[in-house]
Protein backbone atom coordinates (compact mmCIF):
# COMPACT_ATOMS: atom_id res chain seq x y z
CA UNK A 1 0.00 0.00 0.00
CA UNK A 2 1.23 3.55 -0.67
CA UNK A 3 2.43 5.83 2.39
CA UNK A 4 1.17 8.94 3.53
CA UNK A 5 3.28 11.74 2.01
CA UNK A 6 4.60 13.69 5.52
CA UNK A 7 6.49 16.13 3.30
CA UNK A 8 3.06 17.82 2.55
CA UNK A 9 3.34 18.87 6.10
CA UNK A 10 6.92 19.44 6.91
CA UNK A 11 9.76 20.56 5.52
CA UNK A 12 10.18 23.37 2.17
CA UNK A 13 6.71 24.71 1.84
CA UNK A 14 7.90 25.96 -1.82
CA UNK A 15 8.61 22.16 -2.19
CA UNK A 16 5.35 20.59 -0.81
CA UNK A 17 3.27 22.97 -3.20
CA UNK A 18 5.39 22.42 -6.27
CA UNK A 19 4.92 18.52 -5.49
CA UNK A 20 1.38 18.83 -5.63
CA UNK A 21 1.22 22.12 -8.42
CA UNK A 22 3.16 20.32 -11.27
CA UNK A 23 1.07 17.05 -11.34
CA UNK A 24 -2.29 19.22 -10.90
CA UNK A 25 -1.34 21.54 -12.92
CA UNK A 26 -0.15 19.10 -15.97
CA UNK A 27 -3.17 17.50 -15.54
CA UNK A 28 -5.80 19.83 -16.29
CA UNK A 29 -3.53 21.21 -19.04
CA UNK A 30 -3.88 18.12 -20.54
CA UNK A 31 -7.40 17.13 -19.73
CA UNK A 32 -8.11 20.35 -21.66
CA UNK A 33 -5.91 19.84 -24.47
CA UNK A 34 -8.56 17.52 -26.09
CA UNK A 35 -10.91 20.24 -26.44
CA UNK A 36 -8.72 22.52 -28.46
CA UNK A 37 -8.00 19.25 -30.67
CA UNK A 38 -11.41 18.73 -31.39
CA UNK A 39 -11.94 22.22 -31.74
CA UNK A 40 -8.60 23.01 -34.47
CA UNK A 41 -10.37 19.55 -36.06
CA UNK A 42 -13.55 20.65 -36.41
CA UNK A 43 -13.00 24.07 -37.33
CA UNK A 44 -10.85 22.12 -40.44
CA UNK A 45 -13.39 19.17 -41.20
CA UNK A 46 -16.84 20.93 -40.57
CA UNK A 47 -17.65 23.26 -42.90
CA UNK A 48 -20.31 26.06 -41.08
CA UNK A 49 -20.64 30.06 -41.60
CA UNK A 50 -18.62 31.64 -39.27
CA UNK A 51 -17.67 28.80 -37.60
CA UNK A 52 -20.57 27.77 -36.10
CA UNK A 53 -19.46 24.29 -35.38
CA UNK A 54 -16.93 25.48 -33.00
CA UNK A 55 -19.47 28.02 -31.49
CA UNK A 56 -22.07 24.69 -31.52
CA UNK A 57 -19.52 22.81 -29.09
CA UNK A 58 -19.13 26.16 -26.66
CA UNK A 59 -22.78 26.25 -26.12
CA UNK A 60 -23.52 22.63 -25.44
CA UNK A 61 -20.35 22.16 -23.23
CA UNK A 62 -21.36 25.84 -21.21
CA UNK A 63 -25.03 24.51 -20.92
CA UNK A 64 -23.77 20.87 -19.54
CA UNK A 65 -22.25 22.34 -17.21
CA UNK A 66 -24.67 24.14 -15.70
CA UNK A 67 -26.13 21.26 -14.80
CA UNK A 68 -23.94 18.66 -13.97
CA UNK A 69 -21.24 21.06 -11.64
CA UNK A 70 -23.73 20.69 -8.97
CA UNK A 71 -23.56 16.87 -8.93
CA UNK A 72 -19.52 17.52 -9.04
CA UNK A 73 -19.63 19.73 -5.43
CA UNK A 74 -19.74 16.26 -3.87
CA UNK A 75 -16.66 15.66 -5.56
CA UNK A 76 -15.76 18.90 -3.93
CA UNK A 77 -16.93 18.14 -0.36
CA UNK A 78 -15.03 14.55 -0.80
CA UNK A 79 -11.81 16.13 -1.40
CA UNK A 80 -11.64 18.61 1.58
CA UNK A 81 -12.76 15.83 4.00
CA UNK A 82 -10.18 13.32 2.35
CA UNK A 83 -7.55 15.75 2.48
CA UNK A 84 -8.10 16.85 6.24
CA UNK A 85 -8.22 13.20 7.19
CA UNK A 86 -5.06 12.39 4.84
CA UNK A 87 -2.98 15.25 7.48
CA UNK A 88 -4.53 12.73 9.83
CA UNK A 89 -3.53 9.80 8.61
CA UNK A 90 -6.41 8.39 9.09
CA UNK A 91 -7.12 6.27 6.31
CA UNK A 92 -10.24 4.59 7.18
CA UNK A 93 -11.54 7.70 7.28
CA UNK A 94 -10.78 9.31 3.80
CA UNK A 95 -11.45 5.79 2.21
CA UNK A 96 -15.16 5.39 3.45
CA UNK A 97 -15.46 9.33 2.27
CA UNK A 98 -14.56 8.02 -0.94
CA UNK A 99 -16.55 5.18 -1.33
CA UNK A 100 -19.82 6.81 -0.24
CA UNK A 101 -19.41 9.96 -2.20
CA UNK A 102 -19.01 7.60 -5.84
CA UNK A 103 -22.04 5.55 -4.79
CA UNK A 104 -23.66 8.83 -4.78
CA UNK A 105 -22.45 9.87 -8.24
CA UNK A 106 -23.26 6.90 -9.87
CA UNK A 107 -26.78 6.75 -9.10
CA UNK A 108 -27.29 10.75 -9.53
CA UNK A 109 -25.44 10.98 -12.77
CA UNK A 110 -27.07 7.61 -14.19
CA UNK A 111 -30.29 7.61 -13.16
CA UNK A 112 -31.32 11.25 -12.34
CA UNK A 113 -29.17 13.65 -14.75
CA UNK A 114 -28.30 11.43 -18.00
CA UNK A 115 -32.11 10.23 -18.79
CA UNK A 116 -34.00 13.95 -17.64
CA UNK A 117 -30.63 16.51 -19.41
CA UNK A 118 -31.21 14.31 -22.78
CA UNK A 119 -35.07 15.15 -22.86
CA UNK A 120 -34.41 18.87 -22.00
CA UNK A 121 -31.63 19.63 -24.46
CA UNK A 122 -33.71 20.82 -26.93
CA UNK A 123 -34.70 24.06 -24.39
CA UNK A 124 -31.52 23.97 -22.87
CA UNK A 125 -30.26 24.99 -26.41
CA UNK A 126 -33.05 27.81 -26.78
CA UNK A 127 -32.33 29.13 -24.31
CA UNK A 128 -28.78 30.48 -25.43
CA UNK A 129 -30.85 32.36 -28.61
CA UNK A 130 -28.16 30.25 -31.50
CA UNK A 131 -28.05 30.75 -34.82
CA UNK A 132 -29.85 27.69 -36.94
CA UNK A 133 -26.68 26.47 -37.71
CA UNK A 134 -25.61 26.38 -34.00
CA UNK A 135 -28.75 24.81 -33.02
CA UNK A 136 -28.38 21.68 -35.20
CA UNK A 137 -25.03 21.13 -34.03
CA UNK A 138 -25.21 21.87 -30.42
CA UNK A 139 -28.24 19.56 -29.89
CA UNK A 140 -27.14 16.07 -31.04
CA UNK A 141 -23.74 17.08 -29.37
CA UNK A 142 -25.42 18.07 -25.70
CA UNK A 143 -27.53 14.77 -25.78
CA UNK A 144 -24.41 12.24 -26.43
CA UNK A 145 -22.71 13.72 -23.13
CA UNK A 146 -26.33 13.52 -20.92
CA UNK A 147 -26.46 10.03 -22.07
CA UNK A 148 -22.42 9.30 -21.58
CA UNK A 149 -21.20 11.71 -19.36
CA UNK A 150 -21.25 9.49 -15.99
CA UNK A 151 -17.35 7.95 -17.07
CA UNK A 152 -16.25 11.82 -17.32
CA UNK A 153 -17.03 12.96 -14.21
CA UNK A 154 -15.96 10.02 -12.10
CA UNK A 155 -12.80 9.99 -13.48
CA UNK A 156 -13.02 13.31 -11.75
CA UNK A 157 -13.91 12.13 -8.71
CA UNK A 158 -10.97 9.84 -8.67
CA UNK A 159 -8.18 11.96 -10.09
CA UNK A 160 -9.49 14.69 -6.89
CA UNK A 161 -9.65 11.73 -4.12
CA UNK A 162 -6.10 10.69 -5.51
CA UNK A 163 -4.36 14.21 -5.59
CA UNK A 164 -6.38 15.16 -1.72
CA UNK A 165 -4.85 11.36 -0.33
CA UNK A 166 -1.58 13.20 -1.35
CA UNK A 167 -0.83 11.24 -4.51
CA UNK A 168 -0.98 13.42 -7.45
CA UNK A 169 1.15 11.44 -10.14
CA UNK A 170 -0.90 8.95 -10.65
CA UNK A 171 -4.16 11.51 -11.91
CA UNK A 172 -1.53 12.65 -14.25
CA UNK A 173 -0.80 9.15 -15.49
CA UNK A 174 -4.73 8.39 -16.32
CA UNK A 175 -5.42 12.29 -17.41
CA UNK A 176 -2.99 11.37 -20.36
CA UNK A 177 -4.01 8.09 -21.23
CA UNK A 178 -7.93 9.48 -21.16
CA UNK A 179 -6.27 12.20 -23.19
CA UNK A 180 -4.50 10.34 -25.79
CA UNK A 181 -7.47 7.89 -25.77
CA UNK A 182 -9.60 11.30 -26.57
CA UNK A 183 -7.29 12.45 -29.31
CA UNK A 184 -7.45 9.09 -30.85
CA UNK A 185 -11.10 8.51 -31.19
CA UNK A 186 -11.63 12.02 -31.70
CA UNK A 187 -9.60 11.96 -35.04
CA UNK A 188 -10.84 9.01 -36.15
CA UNK A 189 -14.70 9.20 -35.79
CA UNK A 190 -13.99 13.65 -36.63
CA UNK A 191 -12.61 13.06 -39.96
CA UNK A 192 -13.76 9.13 -40.93
CA UNK A 193 -10.06 7.99 -40.92
CA UNK A 194 -9.97 4.34 -42.08
CA UNK A 195 -13.18 2.21 -42.17
CA UNK A 196 -15.12 4.63 -39.54
CA UNK A 197 -17.06 7.07 -41.28
CA UNK A 198 -16.88 10.61 -40.71
CA UNK A 199 -19.02 11.72 -37.39
CA UNK A 200 -18.47 15.21 -37.43
CA UNK A 201 -19.88 16.37 -33.76
CA UNK A 202 -21.34 13.48 -32.85
CA UNK A 203 -17.87 11.88 -32.99
CA UNK A 204 -16.09 14.73 -30.67
CA UNK A 205 -18.80 13.98 -28.33
CA UNK A 206 -17.82 10.25 -28.71
CA UNK A 207 -14.37 11.02 -27.97
CA UNK A 208 -15.53 12.76 -24.71
CA UNK A 209 -17.39 10.01 -23.33
CA UNK A 210 -15.85 6.85 -24.62
CA UNK A 211 -12.11 7.99 -22.91
CA UNK A 212 -12.58 8.14 -19.76
CA UNK A 213 -13.75 4.74 -19.12
CA UNK A 214 -10.46 2.45 -19.51
CA UNK A 215 -9.27 4.80 -16.37
CA UNK A 216 -11.78 4.77 -14.50
CA UNK A 217 -11.78 0.97 -14.50
CA UNK A 218 -7.71 1.24 -14.19
CA UNK A 219 -8.66 3.65 -10.85
CA UNK A 220 -11.38 1.14 -9.43
CA UNK A 221 -8.69 -1.98 -9.91
CA UNK A 222 -5.86 0.43 -8.16
CA UNK A 223 -8.13 1.11 -5.12
CA UNK A 224 -9.60 -2.71 -5.00
CA UNK A 225 -5.74 -4.16 -4.87
CA UNK A 226 -4.77 -1.74 -2.21
CA UNK A 227 -2.19 -0.10 -4.79
CA UNK A 228 -3.20 3.75 -3.82
CA UNK A 229 -3.28 5.78 -0.18
CA UNK A 230 -7.21 5.01 -0.48
CA UNK A 231 -7.92 2.01 0.33
CA UNK A 232 -12.03 -0.30 -0.43
CA UNK A 233 -14.37 0.25 2.25
CA UNK A 234 -14.29 -2.91 4.90
CA UNK A 235 -17.93 -3.68 3.44
CA UNK A 236 -19.63 -3.23 0.02
CA UNK A 237 -23.62 -2.06 -0.18
CA UNK A 238 -25.24 -0.22 -3.17
CA UNK A 239 -26.90 2.40 -1.37
CA UNK A 240 -24.73 5.67 0.13
CA UNK A 241 -24.33 6.14 3.64
CA UNK A 242 -26.32 9.34 4.55
CA UNK A 243 -24.90 10.41 7.22
CA UNK A 244 -21.44 10.64 5.03
CA UNK A 245 -23.32 12.31 2.14
CA UNK A 246 -24.79 14.97 4.29
CA UNK A 247 -21.02 15.46 5.38
CA UNK A 248 -19.81 15.96 1.88
CA UNK A 249 -22.60 17.97 0.74
CA UNK A 250 -22.59 20.44 3.52
CA UNK A 251 -19.18 21.05 2.59
CA UNK A 252 -19.40 21.12 -1.44
CA UNK A 253 -23.32 22.68 -2.17
CA UNK A 254 -22.23 25.70 -1.54
CA UNK A 255 -18.95 25.12 -4.03
CA UNK A 256 -21.71 23.57 -6.31
CA UNK A 257 -23.59 26.38 -6.22
CA UNK A 258 -20.88 28.66 -7.09
CA UNK A 259 -19.85 26.09 -9.59
CA UNK A 260 -23.57 26.95 -11.14
CA UNK A 261 -23.24 30.59 -10.84
CA UNK A 262 -20.22 30.92 -13.26
CA UNK A 263 -21.74 28.70 -15.66
CA UNK A 264 -24.91 30.16 -15.58
CA UNK A 265 -22.90 33.14 -15.94
CA UNK A 266 -21.13 31.82 -18.93
CA UNK A 267 -24.53 30.41 -20.24
CA UNK A 268 -26.17 34.14 -20.10
CA UNK A 269 -23.03 35.36 -22.09
CA UNK A 270 -23.52 33.33 -24.74
CA UNK A 271 -27.26 34.57 -24.69
CA UNK A 272 -26.13 38.20 -24.83
CA UNK A 273 -23.59 37.28 -28.13
CA UNK A 274 -26.62 35.50 -29.23
CA UNK A 275 -28.96 38.74 -29.11
CA UNK A 276 -26.97 40.94 -31.30
CA UNK A 277 -28.40 39.94 -34.45
CA UNK A 278 -27.44 37.19 -36.85
CA UNK A 279 -25.01 39.24 -38.91
CA UNK A 280 -22.59 38.68 -35.77
CA UNK A 281 -23.67 36.92 -33.55
CA UNK A 282 -22.61 33.32 -34.52
CA UNK A 283 -18.87 35.11 -34.96
CA UNK A 284 -19.22 36.90 -31.70
CA UNK A 285 -20.01 33.00 -29.89
CA UNK A 286 -17.60 31.12 -31.99
CA UNK A 287 -14.97 33.80 -31.16
CA UNK A 288 -15.96 33.59 -27.21
CA UNK A 289 -15.56 29.87 -27.50
CA UNK A 290 -11.83 29.33 -29.24
CA UNK A 291 -10.87 32.28 -27.45
CA UNK A 292 -11.98 31.78 -23.82
CA UNK A 293 -13.12 28.38 -23.50
CA UNK A 294 -9.92 27.15 -25.56
CA UNK A 295 -7.09 29.16 -25.53
CA UNK A 296 -8.06 30.95 -22.29
CA UNK A 297 -7.64 27.64 -20.96
CA UNK A 298 -4.07 27.27 -21.14
CA UNK A 299 -4.27 29.70 -18.03
CA UNK A 300 -7.66 28.40 -16.63
CA UNK A 301 -6.92 24.99 -16.66
CA UNK A 302 -3.32 25.01 -15.07
CA UNK A 303 -5.18 27.41 -12.17
CA UNK A 304 -7.51 24.90 -11.64
CA UNK A 305 -4.74 22.36 -11.16
CA UNK A 306 -3.18 25.47 -8.48
CA UNK A 307 -6.15 25.69 -6.65
CA UNK A 308 -6.64 22.22 -5.92
CA UNK A 309 -3.08 21.83 -4.66
CA UNK A 310 -3.45 24.72 -2.50
CA UNK A 311 -6.67 23.29 -1.63
CA UNK A 312 -4.87 19.81 -0.63
CA UNK A 313 -1.96 21.97 0.90
CA UNK A 314 -4.09 24.03 3.29
CA UNK A 315 -6.59 20.89 4.45
CA UNK A 316 -3.38 18.15 5.13
CA UNK A 317 -1.77 21.13 7.34
CA UNK A 318 -5.15 22.04 8.61
CA UNK A 319 -5.30 18.14 9.46
CA UNK A 320 -1.97 18.03 10.90
CA UNK A 321 -2.97 21.21 13.15
CA UNK A 322 -0.62 23.75 11.17
CA UNK A 323 -3.19 25.95 9.33
CA UNK A 324 -0.32 29.15 9.09
CA UNK A 325 1.84 26.64 7.15
CA UNK A 326 -0.62 26.10 4.74
CA UNK A 327 -1.77 29.92 4.51
CA UNK A 328 2.14 29.84 3.17
CA UNK A 329 1.48 27.15 1.05
CA UNK A 330 -1.69 29.12 -0.89
CA UNK A 331 0.63 32.18 -1.32
CA UNK A 332 3.08 29.89 -3.31
CA UNK A 333 0.65 28.23 -5.14
CA UNK A 334 -0.98 32.21 -6.16
CA UNK A 335 2.68 33.73 -7.19
CA UNK A 336 3.64 29.84 -9.48
CA UNK A 337 0.13 31.09 -10.92
CA UNK A 338 0.35 34.43 -12.08
CA UNK A 339 3.94 33.58 -13.09
CA UNK A 340 2.90 31.14 -15.72
CA UNK A 341 -0.28 33.20 -16.67
CA UNK A 342 1.79 36.54 -17.67
CA UNK A 343 3.94 33.93 -19.99
CA UNK A 344 0.46 32.99 -21.28
CA UNK A 345 -1.04 36.43 -21.67
CA UNK A 346 2.61 37.71 -23.86
CA UNK A 347 1.81 34.76 -26.17
CA UNK A 348 -1.93 35.87 -26.33
CA UNK A 349 -0.97 39.76 -27.54
CA UNK A 350 1.18 38.90 -29.43
CA UNK A 351 0.05 36.13 -31.40
CA UNK A 352 -3.48 36.76 -31.17
CA UNK A 353 -4.09 35.79 -35.15
CA UNK A 354 -1.87 32.74 -35.03
CA UNK A 355 -3.82 31.62 -32.24
CA UNK A 356 -7.71 32.24 -34.48
CA UNK A 357 -5.97 30.86 -37.21
CA UNK A 358 -5.23 26.99 -35.69
CA UNK A 359 -9.19 27.05 -35.44
CA UNK A 360 -9.74 27.91 -38.72
CA UNK A 361 -10.70 31.34 -37.83
CA UNK A 362 -9.47 33.47 -40.56
CA UNK A 363 -11.55 35.74 -42.39
CA UNK A 364 -14.86 37.95 -41.31
CA UNK A 365 -15.41 39.30 -38.05
CA UNK A 366 -14.27 36.41 -36.07
CA UNK A 367 -10.67 37.65 -36.08
CA UNK A 368 -11.03 41.17 -35.08
CA UNK A 369 -13.23 39.69 -32.33
CA UNK A 370 -10.88 37.22 -30.83
CA UNK A 371 -7.88 39.31 -31.38
CA UNK A 372 -9.57 41.92 -29.06
CA UNK A 373 -10.83 39.05 -26.35
CA UNK A 374 -7.28 37.66 -26.20
CA UNK A 375 -6.27 41.43 -25.56
CA UNK A 376 -8.25 41.70 -22.24
CA UNK A 377 -7.62 37.88 -21.44
CA UNK A 378 -4.36 38.81 -21.25
CA UNK A 379 -4.47 40.60 -18.14
CA UNK A 380 -7.47 38.23 -16.70
CA UNK A 381 -5.19 35.78 -17.17
CA UNK A 382 -2.99 37.14 -14.02
CA UNK A 383 -6.05 38.16 -12.27
CA UNK A 384 -7.96 35.05 -12.14
CA UNK A 385 -4.77 32.79 -11.28
CA UNK A 386 -4.15 34.74 -8.10
CA UNK A 387 -7.92 34.36 -7.36
CA UNK A 388 -8.45 30.55 -8.01
CA UNK A 389 -5.19 29.69 -5.74
CA UNK A 390 -6.43 31.70 -2.86
CA UNK A 391 -10.11 30.55 -3.45
CA UNK A 392 -8.22 27.09 -3.41
CA UNK A 393 -7.05 27.94 0.03
CA UNK A 394 -10.30 29.15 1.16
CA UNK A 395 -12.51 26.00 0.08
CA UNK A 396 -9.50 23.26 1.25
CA UNK A 397 -10.08 24.66 4.76
CA UNK A 398 -13.91 23.95 4.62
CA UNK A 399 -15.04 27.68 3.49
CA UNK A 400 -17.00 27.12 0.50
CA UNK A 401 -19.75 29.47 1.79
CA UNK A 402 -17.68 32.69 1.12
CA UNK A 403 -16.28 32.38 -2.40
CA UNK A 404 -20.06 31.40 -3.38
CA UNK A 405 -21.28 34.61 -2.15
CA UNK A 406 -18.53 36.50 -4.35
CA UNK A 407 -19.17 33.86 -7.44
CA UNK A 408 -22.77 35.77 -6.90
CA UNK A 409 -21.65 39.45 -6.54
CA UNK A 410 -18.86 39.07 -9.59
CA UNK A 411 -20.20 36.52 -12.15
CA UNK A 412 -23.83 37.66 -11.77
CA UNK A 413 -24.17 41.19 -10.57
CA UNK A 414 -21.26 42.68 -11.99
CA UNK A 415 -20.69 40.70 -15.46
CA UNK A 416 -24.24 40.10 -16.15
CA UNK A 417 -25.34 43.33 -14.74
CA UNK A 418 -22.68 45.32 -17.15
CA UNK A 419 -23.85 44.03 -20.00
CA UNK A 420 -27.67 43.90 -19.19
CA UNK A 421 -27.10 47.86 -18.87
CA UNK A 422 -25.42 48.18 -22.58
CA UNK A 423 -28.04 45.56 -23.64
CA UNK A 424 -30.92 48.14 -22.76
CA UNK A 425 -28.85 51.09 -23.71
CA UNK A 426 -29.05 49.07 -27.48
CA UNK A 427 -25.19 49.79 -27.46
CA UNK A 428 -24.19 46.18 -26.69
CA UNK A 429 -21.15 44.83 -28.95
CA UNK A 430 -19.00 41.88 -27.99
CA UNK A 431 -15.99 44.73 -26.95
CA UNK A 432 -18.19 45.76 -24.53
CA UNK A 433 -19.00 41.79 -22.98
CA UNK A 434 -15.24 41.25 -23.07
CA UNK A 435 -14.66 44.57 -21.10
CA UNK A 436 -17.00 43.00 -18.65
CA UNK A 437 -15.39 40.09 -18.56
CA UNK A 438 -12.58 41.49 -17.51
CA UNK A 439 -14.22 43.63 -14.58
CA UNK A 440 -15.76 41.00 -13.02
CA UNK A 441 -12.43 39.03 -12.44
CA UNK A 442 -10.51 42.00 -11.28
CA UNK A 443 -13.68 42.41 -8.81
CA UNK A 444 -13.51 38.73 -7.83
CA UNK A 445 -10.01 38.80 -6.86
CA UNK A 446 -10.67 42.02 -4.57
CA UNK A 447 -13.30 40.46 -2.71
CA UNK A 448 -11.38 36.79 -2.34
CA UNK A 449 -8.27 38.88 -1.06
CA UNK A 450 -10.15 40.38 1.47
CA UNK A 451 -11.65 37.45 2.36
CA UNK A 452 -8.69 35.66 2.90
CA UNK A 453 -5.92 38.13 4.47
CA UNK A 454 -9.01 38.04 7.63
CA UNK A 455 -8.10 34.20 8.15
CA UNK A 456 -10.55 33.92 10.76
CA UNK A 457 -11.48 31.12 7.98
CA UNK A 458 -9.02 28.83 9.31
CA UNK A 459 -11.14 27.54 12.03
CA UNK A 460 -13.69 26.22 9.95
CA UNK A 461 -14.38 22.60 11.30
CA UNK A 462 -14.59 19.80 8.83
CA UNK A 463 -15.67 16.42 10.40
CA UNK A 464 -17.15 13.52 9.86
CA UNK A 465 -21.04 12.40 12.64
CA UNK A 466 -19.91 9.38 13.95
Known sequence: MKKFDDELVSGSI???????????????LVNGLHGVVDHILIGHYIPSAENAANAAI????????????FIASLFHGMNVLIARYAGKQDRESM????????????IILVFVVGPIGYAISPHLIDFVKPSEGVHAHALSYLRVLFIGGAPLFLMFMFTGAFQASGDPKTPL??????????????VVLITGAGPFPAMGIIGAALGTVLAPVVSVAISVALVLRKKMILHPPPDFH????????????????????????????GVLLFRFLGSMGDEISASAQAAYTICYAQLFSLITWTCFGLRSAAGTVMGQNMGAGNPQRGIQGVRVAASFGAVWATGIGIIFWFYSE???????????????????????????????????????????????????YIAFLTQIVVLLGICWYFEQQGTLTPDRVWMAIFISHLSRLVLTLLVFRTEKWTHTKVELSS
Open 173 to 186: MLGLLTTLLNISIS
Open 95 to 106: SRVAYESFLAAV
Open 238 to 265: LLPDLSVIKAVARIGIPTGIQGVLLNVG
Open 58 to 69: GVAWQVFLVIVV
Open 354 to 404: ELLALFGAVDGNIVGMGVALLRYLTFSGVVLAITLALTGGLQGAGETKMPM
Open 14 to 28: VRSVWKLTWPAASLN
